[in-house]
T-cell receptor
Framework: DTAVSQTPKYLVTQMGNDKSIKCEQN?????MYWYKQDSKKFLKIMFS???????INETVPNRFSPKSPDKAHLNLHINSLELGDSAVYFC?????????????FGPGTRLLVL | AQTVTQSQPEMSVQEAETVTLSCTYD???????LFWYKQPPSRQMILVIR??????QNATENRFSVNFQKAAKSFSLKISDSQLGDTAMYFC???????????FGTGTLLAVQP
């Protein structure tokens, strides 16, 4: 019973390609996030959706486009991949106003751009 | 803007002993949440413990406890009876204000030695 799942877990691709990462949660949460963890392990928010509506959009290049078809799914599409996009991308979810506002994380997607 | 500082990049502890990881934060919010997440080599982000700022009582979860000093804006994690499985990167995180995003510290890499 995976609570927050991401596909794929690993993604190796060439510069200039377009790729997508998918995230699904079965916790009944209404808010989902994308975080990026760089090579120094620093974690930073990228986007957040609440009930399919974008509520947080940090200073992320517009090559990154999140899409939320419903509140259980949040996908991340990346156009024209660059070397600097290599990182681990984590999806997370929470219930807004829920118990102590805890966020639950997916297993991460390691992206390597060659 | 809120910030989270973890001043110990790496720490080491002998199995069965106690270790304390430090975290300080800066905020002008009066109500907020604080978290410790553990990231073992598997890369999964695992919630260790959480604390609501308005609760004076320090949170405890089995061998894990916090020392929450609101006036000093300090939130340290104590791990008692350290086990080899505690070896991981530990992140302190803050959540407060109008947004739902987590703001992470830079992490402390804890090694438990046999």
């Amino acid at each position: 019973d995976t609570a927050v799942s991401q596909t794929p877990k690993y993604l190796v691709t060439q510069m200039g390609n377009d790729k997508s990462i998918k995230c699904e949660q079965n916790l009944g949460h209404d808010t989902m996030y994308w975080y990026k963890q760089d090579s120094k392990k620093f974690l930073k928010i990228m986007f957040s959706y609440n009930n399919k509506e974008l509520i947080i959009n940090e200073t992320v290049p517009n090559r990154f486009s999140p899409k939320s078809p419903d509140k259980a799914h949040l996908n991340l599409h990346i156009n024209s991949l660059e070397l600097g996009d290599s990182a681990v991308y984590f999806c997370a979810s929470t219930l807004a106003g829920g118990y102590q506002e805890t966020q639950y994380f997916g297993p991460g997607t390691r992206l390597l751009v060659l | 803007a809120q910030t989270v500082t973890q001043s110990q990049p790496e720490m080491s502890v002998q199995e069965a002993e106690t270790v304390t990881l430090s975290c300080t934060y800066d905020t002008s919010e009066s109500n907020y949440y604080l978290f410790w997440y553990k990231q073992p080599p598997s890369r999964q982000m695992i919630l260790v413990i959480r604390q609501e700022a308005y609760k004076q009582q320090n949170a405890t979860e089995n061998r894990f406890s916090v020392n929450f000093q609101k006036a000093a804006k300090s939130f340290s994690l104590k791990i008692s009876d350290s086990q080899l499985g505690d070896t991981a990167m530990y992140f302190c995180a803050f959540k407060g204000g109008a947004t739902n995003k987590l703001i992470f510290g830079t992490g402390t890499l804890l090694a438990v030695q046999p």
